[in-house]
Antibody
Framework: QVQLVQSEAEVKKPGASVKVSCKAS????????ITWVRQEPGQGLEWMGWISTYNGNTKYAPKLQGRVAMTADTSTSTAYMELRSLRSDDTGVYFC????????????WGQGTLVTVSS | NFILTQPPSVSESPGKTVTIACTGS????????VHWYQQRPGSAPTIVIY?????PSGVPDRFSGSIDSSANSASLTISGLKTEDEGDYYC?????????FGGGTRLTVL
């Protein structure tokens, strides 16, 4: 069965970086893109960006451009999201999810990784 | 910027039917697929409708989706409400070639 397993919770200081991993299994990794979505405490879903696991192409949300980087390691079927220059309002749960490149739905989600930014 | 607007909350009694609207700010909502997700507290979202009106396997046929092009909106309808349907519901589509989520609607079944 399709699974996306994310790395454990992180606590970071303002100005630091965080890198969240997302290991996929149960399907051909390069057949679907990986989308990253975050959710601040008590708030809605915010799209962060997307990476093509086929060729490494990326799209990032304009508000995160310059601070976020998404990569994918096809040898281990693992996607990564790195967010730099962390601020307190980056605190939240970060989800990776599988996106169908043709029909665009996000059909399987990771369990989420809590990132806390605090001095 | 393309925005999808949802009502913040809806409530209805068990056994009844509820409809959640998702209105696009510009353009034609019918130009791209609309998908719907359910999120229960403390859990990741799960897809309940994809491609405007298709149900993934395992989602009860009490869930249905539709598009109203004249109103530039999509709707999620849940019939025969059960207490287990409580949670937050998000619509999702594309705008400016990027994924856009609606703000979410909290469904209370009481």
């Amino acid at each position: 069965q399709v699974q996306l397993v994310q790395s454990e919770a992180e606590v970071k200081k303002p100005g630091a970086s965080v890198k969240v991993s997302c290991k996929a299994s149960g399907y051909r990794f390069t057949s679907y893109g990986i989308t990253w979505v975050r959710q601040e405490p008590g708030q809605g879903l915010e799209w962060m960006g997307w990476i093509s696991t086929y060729n490494g192409n990326t799209k990032y949300a304009p508000k995160l451009q310059g601070r976020v980087a998404m990569t994918a390691d096809t040898s281990t079927s693992t996607a990564y999201m790195e967010l730099r220059s962390l601020r307190s309002d980056d605190t939240g749960v970060y989800f990776c999810a599988r996106e169908d490149d043709v029909t665009t739905e996000i059909d399987f989600w990771g369990q989420g990784t809590l990132v806390t930014v605090s001095s | 910027n393309f925005i999808l607007t949802q009502p913040p909350s809806v409530s209805e009694s068990p056994g009844k039917t509820v409809t959640i609207a998702c209105t696009g700010s510009s353009g034609s909502i019918a130009s791209n697929f609309v998908h719907w997700y359910q999120q229960r507290p403390g859990s990741a979202p799960t897809i309940v409708i994809y491609g405007d009106n298709r149900r993934p396997s395992g989602v009860p046929d009490r869930f249905s989706g539709s598009i109203d092009s004249s109103a530039n909106s999509a709707s999620l309808t849940i019939s025969g409400l059960k207490t287990e349907d409580e949670g937050d519901y998000y619509c999702q589509s594309y705008g400016d070639r990027n994924v856009v989520f609606g703000g979410g609607t909290r469904l209370t079944v009481l």
